[in-house]
């Protein structure tokens, strides 16, 4: 098994288990209810920004909660994909 992988699925298990912060599960980023190819591209049109903390779907795809929509953010999504 790849290490980085087997890393990358713990940190994705362990943010799953944070509190929400009243915004909707995390990584659903469009709010639809699934985490799937459109919470993605959604993600994609915030890369690289601070998140605006009046911005719901910002919140939800700032999935490590560091304040910026980055790669890690990116990679625990692609994890998530249901």
């Given at each position: ?44 049109t915030f890369f690289g920004q601070r ?32």
């Amino acid at each position: 098994m790849n290490k980085a992988l087997g890393i990358g699925a713990l940190i994705v298990a362990l943010l799953l288990m944070l509190p929400k912060r009243g915004i909707g599960r995390l990584g659903d980023v469009n709010g639809d209810g699934r985490i799937d190819a459109a919470d993605l591209s959604l993600l994609r049109t915030f890369f690289g920004q601070r998140v605006n903390p009046a911005d719901a779907r910002m919140l939800r795809a700032d999935i490590n909660g560091d304040g910026w929509i980055d790669i890690m953010d990116y990679s625990a999504l692609l994890a998530m994909l249901e």
